[in-house]
């Protein structure tokens, strides 16, 4: 698979300073490079009140399905908990990441992803669409960790492979839930998710890291995006940063609950719903006092899957065309914000 995604993004490739991140451990003043504008809305305080927090979904609850689906359309992201994955196995990829990041520089460049490449050490994949860097650092995971591991740890590798594979076969069966749950509300047919449970699924993992930064309100942990997938699933350490855009109320913090997941929707998923569940427009904030972490899983049909509007009837007229996974990441390489409206069909 991680051949197949390198191909995607073969014709856009970045340029070797879009990819090495900054050496976090050796500044003590933000970089010009790294000190975004101030905006009106960074003045919100995101205290918007109960009415609008990002719901807490029991996996375990009768009516679990229905108010997925309701979170699906309102909010496009939920929090889960009781989702089923053991605690000890989250807890063990985050002292995973934590321990990769530790490293120096030197070590991890070590891993440091291709132009071409879809895993390995770098900066996020959005940036060349944005005027400043972001305050993060990630690891991209397409198949087996080992290959990039090895080069981190030569001697030292096995720990920290069986941790993410590990972490990868139970996110892969929890979004296999999420995905057939989602796919029974819109009314998908069986032909159409025939993929859903095999092997022929796109999926990664992705681990951040958000150090203390010195200025933290003229910084950007991650810039606004939505994302390519058709659901992602997150893990996200005990310190607060993501945010939401929900229309009416901002920018809206997810705040961490423990043994809780975050899940989002991606423009897989508004597509083939047709525009019924959103698809979450997110960023996340840094501080000065925690550094933070977050474990991404994206789970998304196969790169040949030709992604259409669903519709239930004569009444419903498509509002994308219908297109490959593959050719989507491709609209989506070279326009970050607008891809969606280069497949609309209204």
Known sequence: MATTLSEAYRDHPLHLHQIIPLDFSSIRTLPDSHAWPHTEEDDDDNDHGAGSCIPIIDLMDPNAMELIGLACEKWGAFQLKNHGIPLTVIEEVEIEAKRLFALPADRKLKALRSAVGAT????????????????????????????????????????????????????????????????????????????????????????????????????????????????????????????????????????????????????????????????????????????????????????????????????????????SVKDYIGVKAKNLRGALSLISTI
């Open 120 to 323: 390995g050490y770098g900066r996020a994949r959005i940036s060349p669409f944005f005027p400043k860097h972001m305050w993060h650092e990630g690891f991209t995971i397409v198949g087996s960790p080992c290959d990039d591991a090895k080069k981190i740890w030569p001697n030292d590798h096995p720990r920290f492979c069986e941790k993410m594979e590990n972490y990868q076969k139970q996110m892969k069966v929890l979004a296999e839930k999420l995905t057939h749950m989602i796919f029974k509300i819109l009314g998908i047919k069986e032909e159409e998710k025939k993929w859903v449970g095999s092997t022929k699924h796109s999926e990664a993992i992705q681990l951040n890291s958000y150090p203390c930064c010195p200025e933290p309100n003229r910084a950007m942990g991650l810039a606004p995006h939505t994302d390519t997938s058709l659901l992602t699933i997150l893990h996200q350490s005990q310190t607060s940063g993501l945010q939401i855009l929900k229309e009416g109320a901002g920018w809206v913090p997810v705040h961490p609950h423990p043994n809780t997941l975050v899940v989002n929707t991606g423009d897989i998923l508004h597509i083939l719903s047709n525009s019924r569940f959103r698809c979450a427009l997110h960023r996340v904030m840094v501080n000065s006092a925690r550094q933070r972490y977050s474990v991404a899983y994206f789970y998304s049909p196969p790169l040949d899957y030709v992604v259409s509007p669903f519709v239930l009837d004569d009444s419903f007229l498509p509002r994308f065309r219908p297109l």
